[in-house]
């Protein structure tokens, strides 16, 4: 019944920026939890990025992305965004935005049961 549909992805530069959107529809009740950004890479796990609580007053980051990329939300619009700064070639993946079972701000992929189609971040070189 939730769809969630990321946008905004493309190729950029190494030292560019980029920011990705996620509409969630269906069920805006699930804006009023925790969403999350997750990424993977062809032949790798998919990681954790970003969290973000429903109020949108606390988050959590990847060690590799802390500083460099930032989440928030607008529930007003039903949507997640990822603002993503100073990309570098480590960072080609596609994203994927996800929503939460239980509450807090979780790394775990398993911890997450509505999940986008995703869209594809490319940074060359």
């Known amino acids: 019944q939730v769809q969630l549909v990321e946008s905004g992805g493309g190729l950029v530069q190494a030292g560019g920026s980029l920011r990705l959107s996620c509409a969630a529809s269906?069920?805006?009740?699930?804006?009023?939890?925790?969403m999350g950004w997750f990424r993977q890479a062809p032949g790798k796990e998919r990681e954790f990025v970003a969290a973000?609580?429903?109020?949108?007053?606390?988050?959590d980051y990847a060690d590799s992305v802390k500083g460099r990329f930032t989440i928030s939300r607008d529930n007003a619009k039903n949507t997640i965004y990822l603002q993503m700064n100073v990309l570098k070639p480590g960072d080609t993946a596609v994203y994927y935005c996800?929503?939460?079972?239980?509450?807090?701000?979780?790394?775990?992929?398993?911890?997450?049961?509505?999940w986008g189609q995703g869209t594809q971040v490319t940074v060359s070189s």
């Open positions: 996800a929503a939460p079972r239980g509450v807090g701000l979780p790394r775990d992929v398993n911890d997450y049961i509505y």
């Open positions: 269906g069920r805006t009740f699930s804006m009023y939890y925790s």
């Open positions: 973000i609580t429903w109020s949108g007053t606390s988050t």
